[in-house]
């Protein structure tokens, strides 16, 4: 598999919205999940948010009812929209293209990462 680009990443103030995007690369974008991870300095890479080929979502705790993943198969694009943003939000936010969506869980393992967009959260 190639890799998806991730884009839209940067500095905002806490409140504030940021929409991160993903193109897919080398598969065949409406047949696969998508999924996006975050890694705040110190920490693991986490799940925050992954969709199946037929649109199913779902999200961290941390980031339910302030984050929404979606995507358009006509561009083999995923998005993250990200509101309400908050100081622990900051990380590196990596897409995987291709993995595997489970009734309970996604994994990544099958599926190919980005390179990351970074995000800060701060005033």
């Known amino acids: 598999q190639k890799q998806p680009v991730e884009s839209g990443g940067g500095l905002v103030q806490p409140g504030g919205s940021l929409r991160l995007s993903c193109a897919a690369s080398g598969i065949i974008f409406r047949d696969n999940a998508m999924a996006w991870y975050r890694q705040a300095p110190g920490k693991q890479r986490e799940l925050v948010a992954c969709i199946s080929s037929g649109g199913r979502k779902k999200y961290a705790d941390s980031v339910k009812g302030r984050f929404t993943i979606s995507r358009d198969n006509g561009k083999s694009t995923a998005y993250l929209q990200m509101n309400s943003l908050k100081p622990e939000d900051t990380g590196v936010y990596y897409c995987?293209?291709?993995?595997?969506?489970?009734?309970?869980?996604?994994?990544?393992?099958?599926?190919?990462w980005g390179q990351g967009a970074q995000v800060t959260v701060s005033s």
């Open positions: 995987n293209q291709g993995g595997q969506f489970f009734a309970d869980n996604y994994d990544p393992a099958f599926g190919s």
